[in-house]
């Protein structure tokens, strides 16, 4: 039920998001800089570095796309570094309010700080070293935040948005492969990454 | 935006570079290695406690434990730590079964409906018997699928109220609440495989018509006792909760409400016992039959539970080939549960682990142990 409304509601989005006037676009720093929280809530803390472009921006709707590089460490275990690539849309309210959805893939790497070990074909136990485990991750986010530029005329976001990632292969339980993440920080534009010809 | 180019470059040669260290082949009977292969394994695999054991022969040559039997309380994981060890329980049924099959009380090649209170027919195949044999060989063609459509899991530390009885009544009787035709699938009795927890519970309720004992009864006179098994039931209300492991649905979530549950079925996975318990068990298998003094099973009945057919199962216990070596064993998975019992009959030797997580078979702990076990 809960997947339904949240698709539905998806679906609305994007296609409210396709009827927005391009004529219409804001066609000033469509480049900006994310920097925020990512990681695990109380399991792991970690930061996210990105950016972030608008591929359509207009006042009441933004499609924008993000790359971001992510790193989360979990005490006593791993240290993780991931590049992810999304693609969202997002929907302004008055004084400056929006709700944002985004779609994400791409890769995490997990260095785990001790020897590990594995069987080799003959039966032996082998050390393999400090390895990284590699794992493909996809996900999407649903948040909201708040845009500056509505009200002070500021190119600033701030933004919470819940993530729900998948991550294969994957140590942690076979029956709950989704990770649940948080990102959380603030979005600006600076004025070298938006130079006009 | 360079810049950012050559910091990522920098970051990720960091790591290719870590990843490439060199492999070795290590001796896990070498008690300083053997430790750090299980903190190894501990550690990336998650785990909020276990407790594990090797034996040679009668003897245990190590026993410890990891980590927390409850996480929150900070209450150590022991070897004398009590858990539900879910299918591993399904070994128990088959030896009570040989037991009464040794004094001649019942025929494993007989059909199932001579010891039952009701009949059980496949409305597949009305006219074939389904006899002890498919039942402990996972063939008689009664499934798990109707019981998966309508699992019955009662949350809380309380055993669950309905007799075994009253339940596969209802579950394989037409008329039955449960009774569905996907209660047995379309294959005749005998001829295909499917693991069945239903089957496996009829097997007990065979026990309890045959011995006129409850089985939980039957087992302790039987089997825990004799055995010296002493802190081993099916049953929460026989168990102390702070001698439990908190069983771990989500490693995530490390301090779970409602962790424990029971079922019907109880007989197919609810065994609550210690590795150290369970050890005196799996030896008597190791040993012929004998432990403590006490004859468990006759060698040769034990020699026909472990004469694979063509699924490589024997009666209940099932043989795989693990790191070369050819092993007779059982494991066990349920919300929270992960647990691995296996042996090797000719080395004599054999391990168990218990981990209070889902979904958890790390192969090279197993196999390290193993190899710790053969020395």
Redesign the interface.
């Known amino acids: 039920m809960v997947k339904k409304i949240f698709f539905s509601l998806l679906f609305v989005l994007f296609f409210i998001a396709t009827k927005a006037n391009p004529a219409d676009s804001l066609h000033l720093n469509n480049i900006g800089i994310t920097l925020g929280y990512w990681g ?1 809530p109380a ?1 792991t803390t970690g930061f996210q570095l990105g ?1 972030q472009k608008y591929q359509l921006n207009t006042e009441k709707f933004k499609i924008l796309t993000n790359c971001d ?1 992510v790193v989360e460490k979990r005490t ?2 791993y240290s993780s ?1 991931g ?1 992810l690539l999304s693609s969202g849309v997002r929907r302004t309210f008055r004084f400056g309010l929006f709700m944002e959805y985004n779609i994400k893939s791409g890769y995490i ?1 997990s ?2 700080p ?7 074909s ?11 485990y590699h794992t493909f991750v996809f996900g999407n986010s649903f948040g909201f935040g708040y845009d500056f530029y509505s009200t002070t005329k500021m190119d600033m976001q701030l933004f919470l948005k819940p993530v729900l990632y998948y991550r294969y292969p994957n ?6 492969l989704n ?2 993440g948080l990102e959380a920080g603030i979005t600006f534009h600076p004025s070298f990454l938006n130079k006009k010809d | 935006m360079h810049n950012l180019i050559k910091l990522i470059m920098i970051i990720l040669n960091f790591f290719l570079f870590n990843s490439c260290a060199e492999e070795f082949i290590v001796d896990t009977t070498e008690d300083e290695t053997l430790n750090r292969v299980i903190d190894s394994e501990f550690k990336i695999n998650r785990m909020p406690g276990m407790a594990y054991v090797a034996v040679n022969g009668d003897s245990i040559v190590l026993m410890d434990a990891r980590g927390y039997a409850n996480v929150a309380e900070k209450k150590i994981f022991t070897p004398q730590t009590r858990m539900e060890i879910a299918s591993i329980s399904k070994t128990i049924i088959a030896t009570a079964i040989m037991q009464l099959h040794e004094v001649g009380l019942l025929s494993i090649d007989s059909d199932v409906n001579q010891y039952l209170p009701f009949k059980v027919v496949n409305p597949f195949y009305p006219n074939d018997l389904i006899t002890l044999r498919m039942l402990l060989t996972h063939t008689s063609s009664i499934s798990d699928v109707n019981q998966d459509n309508s699992l019955i899991v009662l949350h809380g530390y309380e055993d669950y109220p309905q007799s075994i009885n009253d339940y596969l009544h209802d579950y394989l009787v037409e008329g039955g609440q449960y009774y569905s035709k996907e209660s047995f699938s379309n294959t005749k009795p005998g001829e295909s495989y499917d693991y069945s927890n239903i089957g496996a519970t009829l097997l007990a309720l065979v026990v309890e018509q045959v011995s006129g004992t409850d089985y939980n009864n039957y087992c302790k006179a039987h089997i825990f006792e004799p055995l010296g098994m002493n802190r081993t039931t099916f049953f929460y209300s026989e168990t102390p909760k702070k001698e439990m492991a908190i069983p771990y649905l989500d490693v995530n979530d490390l301090n779970p409400e409602n962790p424990f549950n029971s079922y019907p079925d109880y007989p197919d996975g609810h065994l609550i016992t210690t590795v150290e318990d369970l050890s005196k068990f799996l030896r008597a298998y190791i040993m012929d039959g004998i432990f403590n003094g006490y004859q468990l099973l006759k060698p040769s009945t034990i020699q026909l539970m472990l004469t694979p057919n063509k699924y490589d199962f024997g009666l209940i216990w099932y043989t795989s080939i693990m790191a070369n070596t050819s092993v007779w064993r059982h494991n066990g998975g349920w919300m929270g549960i992960s647990t691995e019992m296996r042996f090797d009959p000719i080395t004599k030797t054999g391990i168990i682990v218990f981990i209070n997580r889902t979904g958890c078979y790390p192969e090279t702990l197993f196999e390290s142990l193993h190899q710790y076990a053969k020395k």
Do not use: A, C, E
């Open positions: 695990t399991k950016l590089l006593n275990s570094f590049v790497g260095y785990y001790f020897d590990l070990y594995k069987i080799n003959n039966g032996d136990v082998m050390n393999i070293g400090k390895k990284i140590l942690d339980n076979p029956f709950y990770n649940f």
